[in-house]
């Protein structure tokens, strides 16, 4: 694995011809969110593993920055790789706040910035920018796929509950945009606070609706305890639970128990996505790090391959980033995901969506697709 | 009126699993004066070691209910005699450092050792099933919560009230030269209710971590919260931790169910109210600085 520099050889005449191919890489190695940035980097660096760090005889270079998943160090970060280590493509960022905070930054000095997680809907909307690109998804596509579907398979009437933040807020408004639109009702609406330890209460309130489901957002610590008590509390028999793919997700489950069991999911990736590109990519996953790979280990897989893929179109010059850009806009390929492709408009990934079932399979709990909604793509306002 | 009911419970389950983490940091604050910021990291021990115990056999945690909190008096042991020790007449100033400043090592130590996932620790199977109650379920965990509080509270009151120990450190607490002129070691009081301090410590590490999980941060996240039932229930003061305790419980899990926006402010403008009316605690003794 490369990970220091080597711009002491060659005579490095100007940082854009180099014969290197900088990649400046923003994600959380502390706090909350540490996990995730972590699988990010797994996932990048297994697919650089597979190209040899080599692009049209370029080397690849990834320069590791800990955002914290703080907004004022990260834009001090992203101005220190991009000022002084001089990166042609910046990539990551877990927290939206953060990809709002470097915004500008990357718009104005024109560094092509490849989102690879962070999905909150603005940054490919109203904060556009002609050299941001998402990867991964936004809020809108995760809420908006489950909406219809829930209405036609799950039930009319439909309890709502995600974390109160901006991400946990968007995604449950977009399934309620759809819900409503296919003619479903919403009985009712509440959000604990992110990070919330305790859910008795919202539960018992919960169990006391008349609804047909209960549509959940929430991830990471608070997924595990809200499906534990979700169970606890004797509504699994009572409702069907619904959500996005974070409640069960694969770092989770070991921990949640059975408790995830019956649980329907809407996400963009699932390890038991049954085709031979995420069969090899979870086979080589595991055999490098000996667990299986979560969505994050993903998108940083595809981030990658993008970015080289790019870098390859342009015969390895990177030193333009306009036409960086188009270079990204071009990428298509078959992802572990499904067909990957750029909306060219919005600079947001088209992909299917997948809603996924969990089933008990010898005691442990395994997440199943059962439904393809295919080439979802955000409205982009 | 079975939503009232219902939530009366989950009210008073939860307000027992705070006296049940907060214990501990009470009673360290009112025999020693020290405030001890370390102690939502011995919670998090309290709480990892459980996880260990029990991460192959759901069945061991009724060992770990014995193990965790043994474990954590040890390392309270440990961290009196080294270094809070030198500490006692240096004030409150260097003892709030040095224990924040712990809470950072054993905030790494912890991520080494664990790693920085979600973990849960599961309950044996006596323990796991839901009882109904108002015509809800309840786990039953939650209802045994509620009495391992009271049960707890007891035992804190006769020790403290009814026995010589007891007697002890209360005199420890209003005079400390003239209890070590009557010829009781004052060193080893002090080194023994820190030690006790860090037992509650891990058995509130236990008692909630099927509960609340484990995660990284979780130790402040308990820290703070044992900050806020301290403060309402007056420094120093058993009985006003148990009181304040169940009085959290009951406004947060009230304010949730009737206003869920406002939650989280009802319990801090409770605290507001209460350090402005009444600013020892709601039992609270004149503490002397």
Known sequence: ????????????????????????????????????????????????????????????????????????????????????????????????????????????????????????????????????????????????????????????????????????????????????????????????????????????????????????????????????????????????????????????????????????????????????ENKAFTAAFEKKYGARPTLEALEGYDAARIIAEAAASLGGDVSDPDQVVEAFSNVTFASPRGEFKFDKDTHHVIQDMYITKTQLVNGKTENEVIETIEQVQDPGK | MDMIGAQLVNGLSYGMMLFVITCGLALVFGILGVLNLAHGSLYMIGAYVTYSITVNSAQNFWMALIIAPIVVAILAFIIEMTLLRATYHLGHLSQVLLTFGLAYIFHDIAAIIWGSNVLSVALPPSLAGTTVLFDQSFPTYRLVVIGIGFLLAAGLWYVQEKTRWGAIIRAGLSDKEMISALGVNIKLVFTVVFVIGGFLAGLGGVIAAPVLGLYPIMEFQTLILALVVLVIGGLGSISGTFTAAILIGLVETFSKYLVPELSLFFVYGLMAVVLVVKPNGLLGKKVAA
């Open chain 1, 1 to 276: 694995m490369q990970s220091t520099s080597n711009s002491d050889d060659k005579a490095d005449a100007s940082g854009s011809s180099s014969e290197t191919i900088k990649i400046g890489a923003l994600l959380p190695s502390s706090g909350v969110y540490a996990s995730l940035g972590k699988n990010l980097s797994q996932g990048m660096e297994l697919y650089f593993d597979e190209i040899n760090w080599e692009v049209e005889g370029k080397k690849i270079e990834i320069i590791n920055e800990d955002s914290e998943a703080d907004p004022q160090v990260s834009l001090r970060k992203a101005r220190k790789m991009i000022d002084q280590d001089q990166v042609d493509i910046l990539t990551g960022t877990v927290s939206t706040a953060v990809a709002y905070a470097i915004r500008d930054e990357v718009d104005s000095k024109k560094i092509p910035f490849l989102v690879s997680h962070a999905g909150g809907n603005d940054l490919t909307r109203s904060q556009r920018s002609d050299y941001i690109w998402r990867s991964s998804f936004s809020s809108w596509q995760i809420g908006h796929s489950m909406g219809e579907w829930a209405y036609k398979n799950v039930g009319h009437k439909i309890y709502v509950t995600a974390a109160d933040y901006a991400f946990g807020k968007e995604v449950s408004a977009a399934f309620k945009e759809a819900y409503t639109a296919a003619g479903g009702e919403i009985v009712g609406e509440v959000y604990p606070p992110l990070g919330n330890n305790d859910y008795s209460s919202y539960l018992t309130t919960i169990g006391g609706a008349e609804a047909d489901a209960v549509y959940a957002f929430f991830a990471g610590s608070d997924a595990v305890r809200f499906v534990q008590q979700y169970e606890q509390y004797g509504l699994k028999e009572k409702m069907p639970l619904i959500g996005s793919g974070w409640l069960v997700s694969e770092d989770l489950r070991e921990s949640q128990g059975n408790a995830p069991e019956g649980i329907l999911a809407s996400t963009f990736w699932d390890y038991n996505i049954n085709t031979d």
